[in-house]
């Protein structure tokens, strides 16, 4: 499956942004999808995990209560609704995707194996 992550952008600490993930490819109803973010000088981060019929989402403690994960696979997308913006939710974002049968979607990056090529979001102070 080809992804691709859109939506990012600058916006004051405070705001929101929505960011969208396009899947094509193959059947995306097939594959659990999750976000991560990476910041110059750390390890890439998990922000967020959706299984494939929208349920059993899972959240950084970061991000708990301030970001929402969706999925419309009628339209093979999957969005990230991010409110309450943080100077440290800079970060470039990446969609990713897992066809492997999980329950529950992991939260680490190795069992991903399909990305996105990742959207920058700014937020100033």
């Known amino acids: 499956v080809q992804l691709q992550a859109s939506g990012g952008g600058w916006v004051q600490a405070g705001g929101s942004l929505r960011l969208s993930c396009e899947a094509s490819g193959r059947t995306f109803n097939r594959f659990a999808m999750a976000w991560f973010r990476h910041t110059p000088g750390k390890h890439r981060e998990f922000v967020g995990s959706?299984?494939?019929?929208?349920?059993?989402?899972t959240y950084a403690d970061s991000v708990k209560g301030r970001f929402t994960i969706s999925r419309d696979n009628a339209v093979n997308t999957m969005y990230l609704q991010m409110n309450s913006l943080k100077p440290e939710d800079t970060a470039v974002y990446y969609c990713?995707?897992?066809?492997?049968?999980?329950?529950?979607?992991?939260?680490?990056?190795?069992?991903?194996?399909?990305w996105g090529q990742g959207t920058l979001v700014t937020v100033s102070s």
């Open positions: 990713a995707a897992t066809s492997s049968p999980f329950t529950n979607p992991p939260v680490t990056e190795r069992w991903y194996g399909f």
């Open positions: 959706i299984g494939r019929d929208g349920g059993a989402t």
